[in-house]
C-alpha cells in the first residue's frame, strides 16, 4: 500500500514538475514578446521623432517663404490693392453680370447661370 501511495506522489510530483517547466517556458515565451514589443515601440518612437524633426524642418516659415518667391509669382500685397467691401462692385464690373439680387438669392447657381 505505501508502495502505491509513494508511487502515486512521485507521478503527482513529475505531473506538477511538468506543469511547472511548461509555465515558465510561457513565461519566457511571453518576455521575448514582451522584449521584441519594447524593440518595436522604440522604433517607432524613434521613427515618430525623425518625423517630427523632418515636418517641422519643412514647414519652416523662411523655407516656405524661399519656395513660395521660386515657384509662384505671387507679390506683396500693395496698399492700393486694399478696398472696402462697398467698393466691390466698382473694382470688379464682372461681379453685378453674376448678381441676381431678385432671383432665389443663391449667388452660385446665378453664377452658373451667368456662365451659360
Request: proline share 6%.
Amino acid at each position: 500500500m505505501l508502495r502505491i501511495i509513494n508511487g502515486i506522489l512521485v507521478a503527482c510530483l513529475m505531473g506538477v514538475a511538468f506543469w511547472l517547466y511548461q509555465l515558465e517556458y510561457q513565461a519566457r515565451v511571453a518576455e521575448d514578446e514582451i522584449a521584441a514589443l519594447k524593440r518595436q515601440m522604440t522604433g517607432e518612437y524613434e521613427a515618430i521623432r525623425l518625423l517630427r524633426a523632418e515636418w517641422a524642418s519643412l514647414t519652416r516659415p523662411q523655407r516656405i517663404e524661399e519656395l513660395a518667391r521660386k515657384h509662384l509669382t505671387l507679390a506683396p500685397l500693395k496698399p492700393e490693392q486694399i478696398i472696402p467691401a462697398r467698393d466691390i462692385t466698382r473694382a470688379i464690373p464682372e461681379f453685378d453680370r453674376f448678381r441676381k439680387p431678385d432671383q432665389d438669392g443663391d449667388p452660385i447657381a446665378n453664377l452658373l447661370e451667368g456662365l451659360e
